[in-house]
């Protein structure tokens, strides 16, 4: 039902742009987020929305260099990442919940896309 894509390689601070979309159901009312997984490592908090895309937040290793934003006419929400570092390579999930409160949690999301890849060289 959410499906992520636009990840790739890129090299050290340069620039991707991560779209999640969903099929068969509108997610337009649920808080959506961004996390990511590193080989051997847990998944990991990015960034997060409200449903009305006013909020956000995100986690320090990106703040500043990532934008969390949404369309609801499109059932879509985006992850722009700038000067990205080989730190941020990893596999990227988008997710959809309903509370807001526990936004950097990932055991509070029910909804996930399958990942896409992202790979950072120096």
């Known amino acids: 039902q959410l499906q992520a894509s636009g990840g790739g390689l890129v090299q050290a601070g340069g620039s991707l742009r991560l779209s999640c979309s969903a099929s068969?159901?509108?997610?337009?009312?649920?808080?959506m987020a961004w996390f990511r997984q590193a080989p051997g490592k847990e998944r990991e908090f990015v960034a997060a929305?409200?449903?009305?895309?006013?909020?956000?937040n995100y986690a320090d290793s990106v703040k500043g260099r990532f934008t969390i934003s949404r369309d609801n006419a499109k059932d879509t929400v985006y992850l722009q990442m700038n000067s990205l570092k080989p730190e941020d390579t990893a596999v990227y999930y988008c997710?959809?919940?309903?509370?807001?409160?526990?936004?950097?949690?990932?055991?509070?999301?029910?909804?996930w896309g399958q990942g896409t890849q992202v790979a950072v060289s120096s």
């Open positions: 997710a959809a919940g309903e509370s807001w409160t526990w936004k950097r949690d990932h055991d509070k999301y029910p909804y």
């Open positions: 068969k159901r509108t997610f337009s009312t649920y808080t």
């Open positions: 929305i409200s449903w009305s895309g006013g909020t956000k």
